[in-house]
């Protein structure tokens, strides 16, 4: 897919358009020269790429002198933002159960960010997958959907969620001003954008649960889901078989291939179709783990090892280090810090 295809629904536009009034910014400045109007991205089905809905971040920010609108973009993101996808999450029996639905529909309001969860002895990782080059508007765009999933599970819960949200950029100056008002504690310069939170959280129930709303939206997600060719997504198929039932090590791709009923040859052609190897993401898989043990800091480095298939924890260290760039000795004193 090329990054030009990369595009989210015009509703967030539209939130953005009345988020700047704040700042006495006029709408029409702000979209001016798009060939949009205000109304236009209040209509159900108009999306926008993500390249122009970059350009507005700059300009809202060169318009308002606040650098840190994706922050306050965030705190006013509710469920309803989301469409039929956020209220599918929102009436589901549990936050597990909500995420789930996010991670399978995501596509169906954009391409240009993912969603995976991993799930440690304690702790439980929320990660953001960046599918495009966010630019300039990556803080904006990452903070904006931190505090948004933040804003979110605490109205659905009726629960502070809290935990840590990691960062992989430095820490912005303006940031200085929000430390007090953010949800949970914030790390930067990490090798992913994720959110760390007590596992005990995926099961907590939702206020709004319902059942038959739920399937009658999720339905509706699926659908959409379908229609722009994501159902059969070989990534999301691998990695869900990609760990056997005891939790130890990885499957081989011989093994992963016959879990999902087709040849070594036509996974390997089907995941290069999608820019990807089995090697990759079982790296990715590794890593993502790794990292969530480690923060916990209740495993030693060799028992990490051997339950991510390596040979001693040297190769472990190895690979952690070309996964992100540092050892995970230095990786866990990020953590306490």
């Not at 990660?127 to 903070?143: C, K, N, P, T, Y």
């Not at 038959?212 to 997504?233: I, K, P, S, T, Y």
């Not at 009923?261 to 820019?275: D, F, N, V, W």
């Amino acid at each position: 897919m090329t990054e030009t295809s990369h595009s989210l629904p015009a509703i967030h536009a539209h939130h953005l358009t009345e988020l700047v009034q704040r700042w006495q910014v006029d709408p029409a400045e702000l979209l001016d020269g798009l060939g949009v109007t205000q109304e236009d991205l209040t209509q159900p089905d108009r999306r926008l790429e993500i390249s122009v809905f970059q350009e507005l971040i700059e300009r809202a920010r060169t318009l308002t002198g606040e650098p840190a609108l994706g922050i306050y973009f965030g705190m006013d993101m509710r469920v309803s933002s989301h469409g039929l996808l956020g209220y599918a999450a929102l009436t589901s029996a549990t936050v597990r159960a909500g995420l789930n639905l996010a991670i399978r529909y995501v596509p169906t309001r954009t391409t240009a960010i993912g969603l995976r969860v991993v799930e440690g002895t304690d702790t439980a990782a929320l990660i953001i997958d960046e599918h495009v080059d966010l630019g300039s508007a990556r803080d904006a765009v990452l903070f904006a959907f931190t505090m948004g999933i933040w804003q979110i599970a605490k109205a659905a819960t009726g629960q502070a969620v809290g935990g840590e949200a990691d960062f992989p950029f430095p820490r912005p100056a303006y940031m200085d001003r929000f430390t007090k008002y953010m949800p949970g504690g914030l790390r930067f310069d990490q090798p992913v954008a994720q959110l760390v939170f007590a596992r005990e959280l995926l099961d907590l129930p939702m206020t709004m649960s319902d059942p038959a709303a739920m399937q009658v939206a999720r339905e509706h997600c699926e659908r959409e889901l379908q229609a722009l060719g994501f159902g059969g997504d070989i990534v999301s198929r691998v990695r869900s078989v990609l760990q056997p039932a005891d939790g130890v090590g990885y499957r081989t791709l011989e093994e992963v291939a016959r879990a999902l009923h087709m040849s070594e040859r036509t996974l390997k052609r089907r995941l290069a179709t999608q820019g990807t190897s089995f090697t990759s993401v079982l790296d990715e898989a590794r890593c993502e783990r790794a990292m969530v043990w480690l923060r916990e800091d209740k495993s030693s480095h060799a028992d990490i090892a051997e339950r991510l298939g390596y040979a001693d924890a040297s190769a472990f260290s190895r690979a952690f280090r070309r996964w992100t760039g540092m050892t995970p000795a230095v990786f866990q004193r990020q953590g306490r810090s």
